[in-house]
């Protein structure tokens, strides 16, 4: 059975502080890594979408990287804002139409 | 503007009535699929279609249907709903099945079945 694996579960952080998520997958073969963001009650929306070729890609403040070979993804959230907090999911896709979801990170933003 | 739209929006019904969850899409994307979130689960994929009368199960097709008649609708059809599917809906579109295109949510349903 594959499996997307997302750490922490939760977090709480400062406003303007750093933080960064984990993703550890078993999916074979992997096509490609998304992260999305679901804000409470609201359908998820795509941040970054890597395939295995690729190390690193970046949407604003979100950096997502991913290591292909150790099967690892993280997503750094760089000076935090009191509306980044949501629920980051990592999905991996093997084929495209097949797709892997995290169970997700809920991250709280506090002032 | 480009969007995925659901309807109903939340929806309470009891054990046994049939009932259709509507989703349409306005980018002209080949794919649709249906997702259900339920808390500590994360979301799972219910079916999915490729194209226009193409359609597959996720991995939990137990108790719906689907049809793809038109390539911008997805209704999604519980013929006899048990309280078991008390859940957060959402139907997403992309482009393509494949590759990298990005999947588009909808804004999602909270269906109660009592």
């Known amino acids: 059975k594959n499996q997307v694996e997302q750490s922490p579960q939760s977090l709480i952080i400062l406003e303007g502080k750093n933080c960064t998520l984990q993703?550890?997958?078993?999916?074979?073969?992997?096509?490609?890594l998304r992260w999305y963001k679901q804000d409470t009650g609201r359908g998820p929306v795509s941040l970054t979408i890597m395939t295995f070729s690729e190390n690193t890609k970046s949407n604003g403040r979100y950096t997502a990287t991913l290591d292909a070979d150790t099967k690892q993804s993280s997503l750094h959230i760089t000076a935090s804002q009191l509306s980044d907090s949501a629920s980051y999911i990592c999905?991996?896709?093997?084929?495209?139409?097949?797709?892997?979801f995290g169970k997700g990170t809920s991250l709280l933003v506090t002032p | 503007e480009a969007q995925v739209t659901q309807n109903p929006r939340y929806l309470i019904t009891v054990t046994g009535k049939k009932l259709t969850v509507t989703c349409s899409q306005n980018?002209?994307?080949?794919?649709m699929s249906w997702y259900r979130q339920d808390p500590g689960l994360g979301l799972r994929q219910i079916y999915y279609?490729?194209?226009?009368?193409?359609?597959d199960k996720g991995d939990v097709p137990e108790g719906y249907k689907v049809s793809r008649k038109e390539k911008r609708n997805f209704p999604l059809i519980l013929e006899s709903p048990s309280p078991n599917q008390t859940s957060l809906y959402f139907c997403?579109?992309?482009?393509?099945?494949?590759?990298?295109?990005?999947?588009?949510f909808g804004p999602g349903t909270r269906l109660t079945v009592l």
């Open positions: 993703c550890n997958y078993t999916v074979s073969p992997f096509s490609n």
């Open positions: 980018m002209n994307h080949e794919y």
């Open positions: 999905v991996v896709s093997l084929s495209g139409y097949a797709l892997n």
């Open positions: 279609s490729m194209n226009v009368e193409v359609t």
């Open positions: 997403a579109s992309s482009r393509l099945a494949g590759g990298t295109d990005t999947q588009y």
